[in-house]
Structure formats: structure tokens, C-alpha cells
């Protein structure tokens, strides 16, 4: 179906074509038309599919129009990255048509956030949760003329903790009101969420569970302690002679900022996405990346969320997620409207319950190529040492004051340390034993995720 079959304003049909868009996806083609028509949606669908248009077209057609109050229209988003994103999407829709529109999240002046409100009178706003329940409290923003509610990527929402402040949302905004909500997924948590304020929706399913069809999807088999020396080799290869964007997905925030700092030191322009970045320090590497003057970008699930950029050709799964929804998510930030993409998995053998799992969502096996040609990598293989007893001077007697550790290595005696150093000696020698607990031959990785779970525990 082309966007012509829908009855939008000659200005809104101008923005579509201008935005090159003729032929609607199924996720648009479905929800459009209910959309405009103001009846509750229940869209199911991955990201990549195209509905940000899907609700953001019904929502600035229906705000030109009717009448003229603000705000009266709401879109719910889960990260500051994807309200931004659909920011921009409305102002390129809205263009030319007169409506209003803003932007609210956290990591910015809530100041000049109530300052705006109060100059622009927006009609539409795009906010996250956490920063709208703020500005409503302070009195700067105004819910009750709300006739349009959208919850975007409602499933990432419930996973950050967000489902008390919705819920908070709903009950102060009108009853009588049109509800919109997409997700991936669809939790118990979202179903009951469904069934409390959404009025005999219109259900539209888009694969919901599984990736988008434009997706080639790959498995290399590898040992916990090749990783590196094989993501080396897929981004120097095939990878490199593509004029794409790379996306590297790891389970901690720590191994995120550890595998860039590395991959630059190759000779990659590599930025990482996690969450001890501060928001000035996340803009600056999603803004590398978008423009393109970084082609790898290596990111945790969380510090991911919201990401939409188009020349993103390949995902790969340096360590795989702990659940097919969170696989879907990923590879999901590749192969948007209907372009060509490629997800790799890096699959050790303790992965491979989850590659079952995930095979059986997709409906088919994935791709196994071989990564036994790829040699170990001395930098990222921890040293071990069998631990002969503490050590001995040449008349049999142990150490005293300043000793040689295993190692062969100077080490002062814990005597005299500090208190500061000796409260740090003993967190290393905790961490040191849960590791050991952990694997008797521990890889750097393992250690790095292992280190991170203990501080977790603390």
C-alpha cells in the first residue's frame, strides 16, 4: 500500500515524499489507518520496522486537525537516544504544518526544559517517563488535555523499571483518551498493562518474536580465549570492505570500554556506549558514530536501547545476550526499513543452550562458520601460575617485611601498608579467591566478567 491511499494533508504527504517514503511497511499499513481513525492500538513489532511513522503520522494528522489545546499529544519513550530520535523524526512530518513540538529527558536542564514548555506551547511531546513525572510534579507541564498517548518499545520500558511511572501516567492523564502502544515483546507485565487501559484495541502482530527478514544471521563457534583475535579478523576482512557501520555487543560495561580502548589501539576507530559515560560523553560517541567519523561502536544492552542509525550493516554479538528478546533487540538495530543487514554470534560452548533457543524463534538453524583457523590471543589470555606455597629464603625460613610474591616479584608486606591500601589488599584477595572459585583457568575475559560480578555482590 502506498502512503497516497491514506487521506493525509497535502503538507503531511509533501514531508512523506520528501523523506522518501512511497510504499508503507506492514507495521504502518496496519496501524495507520486505526490510527487516524482514534482507535486504541496494540502493535507488535520489532524496531526496524517502521513504526515511529506508524504513530507519529496519525498523531500530527489528527493534532491539525482538531482543535486547538496543548499539549494533546504524548509519546512515551524509554531512552533519551530514542526520544531524540523520534524528535526528529515529528519535526520532519510536522514541517510546514505549524505544530509544536518538544523533547523532555533526563541528563539536561530541567531549567530550561520549563522555560521552553512555557514559550513553546507545545502540542506534542516526546518524553521519557522518569523526567515527565518531574516536570508534572514541579507543576511546569500540564497532562489533562491529553487525548493521544503513545508507549513506544513498552517492553524496554517495563525491563528499565519504568511500569510504576506509566502506570502513574495513565491514571492522571483523561480517561477518555486514544492509547497506542508497540512492543517487541509481550511480558505478563505489558499484557496486564493491556488490559487495564487500553479500550478494545486493534492487535496487530509483525513477527513480534522474531528478528526482521532482512537479517542474514551467522554463528562462529570459538573458545572463550580466541574472541578477540577473531572479531580482529572479521573486522579487517569482510566487514572492512563494506562502506557500513559495526555494532559490538558485550555483557559488561567494563569488557565495553576494555574491547574499544583495544580495538583502537589496532588501528580502529572505535567508541564505546555504556554506563560510565556521562550524557555528555554518551552525545559526543553517539554523535561520532551517527556522522560517521567512528565505524565501531561497542555497547552494553542498556547503553544500546534507542539507538537508530541506518548505515549500521552489521551486528555482532561478542558475547551473546541472556535471552532470545534481548537477541531480537540487538540484531534489531541492523537491517532497518527493509535494508540489508548481518548479525554474528560469537558462540562459546556455554552459549550454546541459548543458540538452541534462539534458533527456535527464528524458525530456522543459524549459519555455523569455522573459527578453528583463528590462533589464541597471547594479550587477552590471563597468565597462570601454579601456586607452590609462600615463598622461602635460602635457609628455609618464610619471607619477612618485603618478600617475593609467586611471580618472582617484589610484593611490601601487608604490615606496613596503609589502611586504605591494606582495605584494598583485601577486596583484591576476595575477589581473587571467588574468581578462583569461579574457573581454575580463568581467560582475561572471564576474569573481567567474573571482576564484575563480585562488584556487583558488594
Not at 496519525?58 to 499529544?73: K, M, N, T, W, Y
Not at 544471521?217 to 579478523?233: A, I, P, R, T, W
Amino acid at each position: 500500500m502506498e502512503f497516497t491511499s491514506f487521506d493525509f494533508d497535502d503538507c503531511i504527504m509533501s514531508n512523506i515524499r520528501n523523506a522518501g517514503f512511497v510504499t508503507a511497511t506492514p507495521i504502518q499499513e496496519q496501524a495507520i489507518m486505526p490510527g487516524l481513525q482514534g482507535k486504541d492500538v496494540l502493535g507488535l513489532a520489532q524496531t526496524g520496522t517502521g513504526k515511529t511513522a506508524a504513530f507519529l503520522l496519525p498523531l500530527i494528522q489528527r493534532i491539525l486537525r482538531g482543535e486547538h489545546c496543548v499539549p494533546r499529544a504524548l509519546v512515551l519513550s524509554p531512552t533519551r537516544e530514542l526520544a531524540m530520535q523520534t524528535y526528529r523524526a515529528a519535526e520532519l512530518f510536522s514541517r510546514g504544518t505549524g505544530i509544536r513540538t518538544i523533547s523532555l529527558y533526563g541528563g539536561t536542564s530541567t531549567y530550561n526544559q520549563i522555560k521552553a514548555l512555557k514559550k513553546d506551547m507545545p502540542e506534542l511531546i516526546i518524553a521519557c517517563p522518569g523526567r515527565l513525572l518531574d516536570l508534572y510534579e514541579r507543576k511546569a507541564i500540564n497532562l489533562k488535555t491529553i487525548e493521544m498517548l503513545v508507549l513506544d518499545e513498552a517492553d524496554e520500558m517495563l525491563d528499565l523499571g519504568f511500569l510504576p511511572s506509566i502506570r502513574r501516567i495513565l491514571e492522571t492523564i483523561p480517561k477518555k483518551h486514544q492509547t497506542m502502544l508497540f512492543s517487541a515483546t509481550l511480558p505478563d507485565a505489558i499484557q496486564s498493562l493491556v488490559k487495564q487501559f487500553l479500550d478494545n484495541p486493534v492487535r496487530i502482530e509483525i513477527g513480534h518474536s522474531k528478528p526482521v527478514n532482512t537479517v542474514t544471521h551467522f554463528v562462529l563457534h570459538v573458545g572463550q580465549d580466541k574472541k578477540y583475535e577473531l572479531l580482529k579478523s572479521v573486522l579487517n576482512s569482510e566487514i572492512k570492505e563494506s562502506e557500513g557501520q559495526t555494532l559490538v555487543f558485550t555483557k559488561t560495561k567494563h569488557r565495553a570500554k576494555k574491547l574499544a580502548e583495544e580495538l583502537a589501539r589496532d588501528g580502529h576507530t572505535t567508541a564505546s556506549l555504556q554506563g560510565n559515560l556521562s550524557q555528555i560523553q554518551r552525545d559526543k560517541a553517539m554523535e561520532k558514530f551517527r556522522t560517521g567519523k567512528v565505524n565501531i561502536m561497542v555497547a552494553t544492552d542498556i547503553a544500546a536501547r534507542g539507538i537508530d542509525i541506518s548505515k549500521i550493516t552489521h551486528v555482532i554479538n561478542y558475547d551473546m545476550p541472556d535471552t532470545p528478546e534481548a537477541y531480537t533487540h540487538r540484531v534489531g538495530r541492523t537491517g532497518r526499513m527493509m535494508r540489508e543487514g548481518y548479525a554474528l554470534s560469537f558462540v562459546t560452548s556455554a552459549d550454546r543452550r541459548i543458540q538452541r533457543t534462539i534458533e527456535k524463534i527464528i524458525g530456522k538453524p543459524l549459519e555455523v562458520h569455522a573459527a578453528s583457523a583463528i590462533p589464541a590471543p597471547q594479550n587477552f589470555v590471563a597468565k597462570q601460575t601454579e601456586y607452590k606455597g609462600r615463598p622461602k629464603n635460602n635457609n628455609g625460613e618464610h619471607y619477612k617485611g618485603s618478600k617475593k610474591n609467586c611471580s618472582g616479584k617484589d610484593e611490601t608486606n601487608v604490615n606496613t601498608l596503609t589502611k586504605k591500601n591494606r582495605n584494598s589488599r583485601k577486596n583484591t584477595v576476595k575477589r581473587s579467591r571467588y574468581i578462583s572459585d569461579t574457573n581454575k583457568n580463568i581467560t582475561y575475559q572471564q576474569h573481567e566478567y567474573a571482576q564484575s560480578q563480585f562488584a556487583q555482590r558488594e
